[in-house]
């Protein structure tokens, strides 16, 4: 991730904009929510999950996930698909809302939603504020398109871009969310 | 998840209601409790139909089918839940590429040796004299080289392999005379404990595989085969010193097993069903032993280490993080 790019190639941020806004692009450049928190999280997860490697299914931390999300606030959210890029939950009131099983991860999640906010912005050209709900604990936070939360995004996706189009992941590195992973097993057993 | 459930009688596997039970041929009704269950070994003759194939299919669950004189026969296993194009060519790939393909080769010939010497250092430290095999398994492995063709590394696993079963007859009680590997039909008792410890470790590797997205039939050491799962052969082989060989030992000299719970006649020698029946109790008692895993950072299950090495080398395809076979450490 330290190596920069060729000068002729282009900027992740132009080129994940091009593909997003013209179908017609070679060799595209997508980007989906959770390949945000997995960036923010970790990066070896990361690219494990942009080679399709299977996750444990039965994990309990992914079961739960599952079910938080599939569960919460039902009734008041639309989900919504935006170019079969990106799955946003809209409430009523038109915010795009991200909900979370906990808030240990939440800057992961809030890079998510940023995300979400900056795509709209810029892709589809709608400026929405967004809303990060813990279910759990019965918590809400609104996040807003900041100059710094942009950068931030940018910066993100130019990363994200360096991970997956590298041949090998980045080494293991030992975090506490590690215990949780849908990937641990895989990426500690040697 | 993780219990096998062996089948010894004959009789009929039906799905009744959410679970499955076995009618044997007296009328008599057993239910295996199926939400535990990661496969079924069938080792009599079962009459089975495809509503209870469907069934096990839903709830994951595979069956693994023995035949004529103990031998794997093959498996009916569920729908595969992970699927993955890259992994596939990535495992060719390799396969396809002789230098990644003889380092795969040799590291599975390192760790096989080293998991026979560790059990021949076992009995060494109790009391027998080892140290002339322990020399030449050493010798064998310190002899291997990344130029070795499979053939050639084959070549050292055999002779590795003759010294390490020279051990046996030592080790086991009178009357187990063992005199060197025979199968097809194995032509002792020692013979036919192995072919059937080494088919269970066979069909459990098989498992392990389908968990994941690789293809069990492309292998490295071995060719890869038409029928067999050649890759499960070659996972299989590191693991035999601890899950068949080991449980051989420790049934035979605890008298869990003896000479009556076998069968003789002119094609050989086979367990009988009450032999099996010990066998398998005893085998899936080690399957269920935990060791610490230092990397894993918990206790895990002999089971789980193969599993575990599935994961290793799909990782070593995948990433070209360096593949370390499994070498028993503890």
């Not at chain 2, 050493?138 to 070795?148: H, I, K, P, V």
Request: charged share 30%.
């Amino acid at each position: 991730m330290t190596e920069s790019r060729t000068d002729n190639s282009e900027d992740p941020v132009e080129k994940l904009l091009r593909s997003a806004r013209d179908e017609a692009v070679n060799d595209p450049f997508h980007v989906t929510g959770v390949m945000m928190q997995y960036y923010e999280v970790c990066e070896r997860e990361l690219w494990f999950a942009s080679r399709h490697l299977e996750i444990d299914r039965d994990n309990t931390a992914v079961v739960r996930g599952t079910q938080v999300d599939e569960s919460a606030y039902d009734d008041k959210r639309r989900n919504v698909s935006i170019d079969g890029t990106i799955a946003i939950d809209v409430l009523d009131d038109g915010r795009v809302m991200e909900v979370k099983p906990s808030s240990s991860l939440i800057k992961p999640a809030k890079l998510q939603l940023l995300y979400y906010l900056w795509y709209l912005d810029q892709v589809v050209g709608v400026e929405r504020e967004g809303v990060l709900a813990h279910p759990t604990e019965r918590k809400r936070e609104t996040v807003a398109l900041t100059d710094e939360n942009t950068r931030w995004v940018e910066e993100a996706i130019r990363g994200i871009y360096d991970v997956t189009t590298s041949d090998s992941p980045p080494p293991a590195e030992e975090k506490p969310f590690c215990e949780s992973c849908a990937y641990h097993d895989f990426c500690w057993s040697c | 998840m993780n219990d096998n459930y062996h089948v010894f009688t004959d009789g009929r596997l039906e799905r009744h209601n959410d679970t499955i039970r076995l009618v044997t041929e007296d009328g008599e009704k057993k239910y295996l409790p199926i939400e535990n269950a990661e496969a079924l070994f069938l080792h009599g003759q079962i009459d089975y139909n495809t509503r209870l194939v469907s069934f096990l299919n839903d709830v994951g669950v595979a069956i693994h089918v023995f035949g004529w004189n103990d031998y794997y026969a093959g498996s009916i296993m569920p729908e595969r839940g992970q699927t993955s194009g890259q992994t596939l060519v990535e495992q060719v790939r390799a396969y396809d590429d002789s230098t990644r393909r003889r380092a795969i080769a040799r590291q599975f010939i390192e760790g096989s040796i080293h998991n026979m010497r560790a059990n021949v250092k076992y009995y060494d430290d109790r009391g027998y004299d080892f140290d002339a095999i322990i020399d030449r398994l050493e010798a064998q492995a310190e002899s291997l080289s990344d130029e070795m063709d499979t053939n050639e590394l084959m070549g050292v696993e055999a002779t590795a392999r003759k010294a390490y079963y020279s051990i046996f007859d030592d080790v086991l009680p009178d009357g187990f005379d063992f005199g060197g590997r025979q199968y097809n039909p194995p032509d002792n008792e020692v013979n036919s404990l192995i072919s059937f410890g080494n088919s269970l470790v066979y069909a459990n590797v098989v498992s392990a595989i389908r968990a994941t997205a690789l293809d069990p039939a492309v292998s490295f050491l071995h060719e890869p085969g038409e029928r067999r799962y050649s890759l499960a052969l070659d996972i299989a082989d590191l693991f035999k010193p601890l899950l068949a060989d080991r449980i051989i030992f420790r049934v035979v000299n605890r008298n869990q097993l003896q000479l009556d719970d076998f069968e003789s006649d002119l094609n050989g020698c086979l367990l009988n069903e009450n032999g099996r029946k010990t066998f398998s109790k005893a085998f899936e008692e080690s399957l269920e032993q935990t060791v610490d895993h230092p990397r894993l950072n918990r206790k895990v299950s002999y089971q789980y280490l193969l599993r575990v090495e599935v994961y290793k080398l799909k990782k070593h395809l995948l990433t070209g993080e360096e593949y370390v076979p499994f070498k028993r450490w503890w």
